[in-house]
């Protein structure tokens, strides 16, 4: 499967964005699906993902009630609306996908062996 990441930007303090990332290849079906950041200097954290079966999300404390992972099915594309963004959110933006993770391996991104090059998002004040 092949990822595309899209939809980053500059955004001030408080702003908005939405990223994507469009499965192309073969359907995101049965394959967790998740967002990780990197930014300079940082190890690549985990953001949010959805499990194999689609069925449940997670996030990152330091997201939770400000992003929201959603995807569409028939268009193959996950999403990755960012509320309320602060300055600490600039990093560069992967998505990852993965049909043999296990639940309790979702937040290692070296468990992910499909990855979209990365879209920076950076917050300014």
């Known amino acids: 499967v092949q990822l595309q990441a899209s939809g980053g930007g500059l955004v001030q303090v408080g702003g908005s964005l939405r990223l994507s990332c469009a499965a192309s290849g073969r359907t995101f079906s049965g394959y967790a699906m998740a967002w990780f950041r990197q930014a300079p200097g940082k190890e690549r954290e985990y953001v949010a993902g959805?499990?194999?079966?689609?069925?449940?999300?997670y996030y990152a404390d330091s997201v939770k009630n400000r992003f929201t992972i959603s995807r569409n099915n028939a268009k193959n594309t996950v999403y990755l609306q960012m509320n309320s963004l602060k300055p600490e959110d600039t990093a560069v933006y992967y998505c990852?996908?993965?049909?043999?993770?296990?639940?309790?391996?979702?937040?290692?991104?070296?468990?992910?062996?499909?990855w979209g090059k990365g879209t920076l998002v950076t917050v300014s004040s």
């Open positions: 990852a996908a993965d049909n043999r993770i296990i639940t309790s391996q979702l937040r290692n991104y070296v468990q992910y062996d499909y």
């Open positions: 959805f499990s194999r079966n689609g069925g449940s999300t």
